[in-house]
């Protein structure tokens, strides 16, 4: 009797076959053969797999292709002497693929033969040869850990690297990661050494390997153990670089940057390279704002480099730093700033008569960019500040995308002078120019902006739904805050007073004009003593006090959002404020590592929490077990 079925469970085919169970035929064998021993193995119907992977089995050519699912299929239904016969037909036909022994042992341990399974490990091992090939071997190698031999598997890479002289770093990597999931630390990181101290090339693969086994806040047992290793490595081998060089990267990892910079500066002495790992250091100290550490790079490469190229950089970035500090909130007296902007105008005089120095126009346009932004939000010189922004703007040879990032910040300092609306058509020019990029989207996030300042809500409510769905992050979620904050204060009264007073407000401390903001703050928070604007008002005179740079104030209006608004959306932020401040501008250790280990605990879904973590170790010297010990 002949029957028709249509197979649809968990398959990638749909098929309408004639079966006849009775009568299994062991024709020749087709793709729908192979097809549908597939499809039962996958729906873990060994009986079905089985009777297909059978037939296929009789013609040579397909063994390969069926034989991890066909010896699964066996053991899964207890066939260990079929398996077995399976593993020993695929050793004799290719006897240099070891993982087949490994197979092969792994179904006697299942048959409960152990010792058999030992003695075809041992056999497997010492097939390892000199003549062996390095494909031989690391398939053996990852046979064993694929089933978690490890011990065999770092037999087997050791021995390999002692029988073929040539290929004695073969698998240096792989058993320094398997000593590491050993949890044998020394051995690991000495592993590592070696390959280093044979070939300075791996330096980077080391590195890489270390940062991927050690943990650097977590296990700082076993970071004092990479440290204390990496030295005794430099007293041993005080010729050798590359652990000077591994020692300064493990300073700078844990942004360490005065002893990084001791280190490179010595690499730089000594391979006589003219300052660029120094400049490269300095770099990478002022992205995380160590401005002191990246002010004492640039100095030495000013002083000791004699590539003009370098040092032109090194001049740049030193008053970029200066630059960033002020922005970074840094107090700097009038003077100071005066003469930050006098070397400024060193620069690019400097640049004027260097007409050869690579990328000329677009180190100018930077510093001039630069110079705008201290002139007009530091030293209040908005005209000076307009006119070296359109000079920017008239460079030849920029991008068009770097002539509208300077409209953008020239339309930035006319919002200042309080010409909104003239502000507004230039940005949305920037908009229009560039619709899909995130320079556009973040033309239209300030001219939202404007309108916000001005107590048009719906209209930048309009702009703000589109820019919700940016996919630029940081627009997208600033688009969503000021979204959020009108949506619930807008209307709250019936004259929208209240909120008209407040976006005034926020217009006027854009505009650096904090005396009068404070005073619009303050008349909103007396006239309207429950609306739902007042944690934003706290938190906002805390923000402007910070900008003065009085600390102590800022901290108190910070402990009243915490008294008198616990349920604040902002209070997380407010904990996390004063964790910083007290850390970074009161000096307050204790205080500090209160505020954040509040957060930790408290604000478990706060954004601010993975910083703040980071924040609590470095203050604490703490691994996370240890956080909840104190707690």
Sequence with gaps: MLKTFVLTKRSKYLFIIPFLFWNFSYGQ?????????????????????????EKISQEDKYLDKIYKNYKTTLIELGKYREAEKLCKDQIKSHPLKLHFLVDLGIIYELDDKPAKKLQLFDKAIAQIKSNTSHSSASDLGIAFEKVGAVDRALETYIKFEKVSPRNILSFHAKIAMIYNRQ??????????????SLNERFLNSVQNGLVNSIDFESQLKEKEILRKAIIKNIQINPNKIVFVELLSWYYMLNNDYENAYIQIKSIDKKLNSNGQKVLELGNTALNNNDFNIAIKCYDYVINNSSLIEIKFEAKNKRLLTFKTKLLNGSKIIKQELEELKVNYTL????????????NNSLRKYQLLVDLSEIEAYFLKDIDSAKYHLKKAMNLTNLKPKQKAEAKLKLADIIVLENNIWEASLMYMQIEKEFKNDPLGHLAKFKNAQVYYFSGEYDWCQAQLDVLKASTSKLIANDALELSVLITDNYNMDTSETAMKLFSYADMLSAQQQYKEALILYDSVLNNFKNHSLNDEIIFRKAKIKLKQHLYNEAIKHLEKLEVYYPNSILLDNSIYLMGCIYQENLKNLDLAKKYF?????????????????????KIAGSTNAEIQKNS
């Design 29 to 53: 064998i087709t793709n729908i053969d192979l097809q549908l021993a597939h499809k039962y193995f996958l729906d873990a119907d060994y009986e079905k797999a089985m009777l297909y992977y």
């Design 183 to 196: 949890g044998k630390t020394h051995e690991m990181i000495n592993t590592f050494f070696e390959m280093i």
């Design 347 to 358: 620069a690019l005089s400097q640049l004027n008569n260097n007409r050869n120095v690579y």
């Design 597 to 617: 280990k509040t957060l930790l605990f408290n604000h478990p879904g706060s954004l601010y929490i993975t910083d703040s973590r980071k924040r609590f170790r």
